[in-house]
């Protein structure tokens, strides 16, 4: 092989890559590397050590997709649909298990006593308190249940969308889950707090039973502790409602955009009730969750016809299962 060889492989692969590449990939190379650096300089010690490895893994993995996938590196098929999937959207959801060691590693001085006055200038009192007069253990359980049921909720819309949507609905949803992800995982770097729960005296602690031992336990093992501000706990089942309602038309979502809606609307009470969040989080949550919503609907169009006619770029989400000829592609 000649040197002029040599030297003209990687320009055409930096060139197709160009040509291939899709707006939710700029976002999450750019996460993955703004964590990177944050965890970098945080202050030494185990945590920001755990925080540097666990986003150099993320990092490299979503790059190495990126250029293999759209340098066209790896033949297209179900395996290279499939392997994208996992290893361009898997890291930016899972990169909420860095936070457990950055949020901490960065040592940040909490801002909960400010996010708690902002509640009392706006609303008179911070939610939490004022539901406090429902600690009553049929109404925590019910609350604890529907806070509980996040994880599930996320499941259920994100996986099944993954890996059998497609078209537009495909789109609107990865990059919106994309966008908050992202940005909701940002802005708990510069905006650390613990939440009502450690910061206020409350007369008497929650009276649950089995579903909020089950919320205690999932918390306490799995959460970032330091991940109040926006609350996504809001931001994704809001997200999720309205991508059902905007799809209501078609199935399945025609018949369950009110059960994801009544879902949403019981989380979103929880976080304050179960003393977790400000209402000031909430109201980020919602404001994430629109802008998302918003960014998705028109980045999905404008990216709809990639791979479609004389268009030679590679399509967003390539199909992972056949689509029928006289079935008219989405």
Request: avoid cysteine; hydrophobic fraction near 50%.
């Amino acid at each position: 092989m000649s040197m002029s060889q040599v030297q003209s492989k990687p320009s055409g692969i930096l060139a197709r890559i160009q040509k291939n590449l899709v707006f939710h990939e700029v976002v999450a190379v750019a996460f993955h590397t703004f964590m990177l650096f944050r965890s970098f300089f945080a202050p030494p010690g185990e945590d920001r050590s755990y925080a540097l490895a666990f986003g150099f893994v993320l990092w490299s993995i979503t790059l190495s997709a990126i250029i293999t996938v759209r340098g066209e590196l790896f033949a297209p098929g179900r395996r290279r649909a499939l392997y994208y999937r996992l290893a361009v959207f898997a890291p930016v959801v899972i990169s909420y298990f860095q936070m457990m060691f950055l949020l901490p590693g960065l040592q940040p001085t909490l801002v909960d006593w400010e996010l708690y006055a902002i509640d009392r200038v706006i609303f008179g009192e911070t939610p939490a308190v004022l539901l406090e007069a429902f600690n009553r253990r049929p109404v925590v359980e019910w609350i604890a249940f529907f806070y509980y049921s996040y994880f599930y909720m996320m499941a259920a819309m994100l996986i099944p969308t993954l890996l059998f949507d497609r078209g537009q609905r495909l789109r609107e949803l990865m990059v919106g889950g994309v966008l908050v992800a992202t940005l909701g995982h940002t802005l708990y770097t510069f905006v650390p707090g613990a939440g009502p729960w450690k910061t206020l005296e409350f007369t008497a602690a929650l009276d649950g039973g089995f579903f909020w031992g089950l919320v205690q336990e999932t918390v306490s093992s799995a959460g970032a502790q330091l991940d109040i501000f926006p609350s996504l706990h809001t931001a994704y089942p809001t997200l999720f409602s309205l991508h059902a309602f905007g799809n209501r038309d078609r199935a399945p979502f025609k018949f369950l955009w009110p059960v994801i809606a009544f879902f949403a609307a019981n989380m979103i009470v929880a976080t304050m009730f179960l003393r977790w969040h400000w209402a000031i989080d909430v109201v980020a949550g919602l404001a994430l969750a629109i802008t998302a919503r918003t960014v998705a609907v028109y980045v999905a169009r404008r990216e709809g016809k990639r791979g479609q006619g004389d268009d030679d770029r590679q399509p967003v989400w390539e199909p992972l299962w056949r689509i029928e000829p006289d079935q008219p592609r989405p």
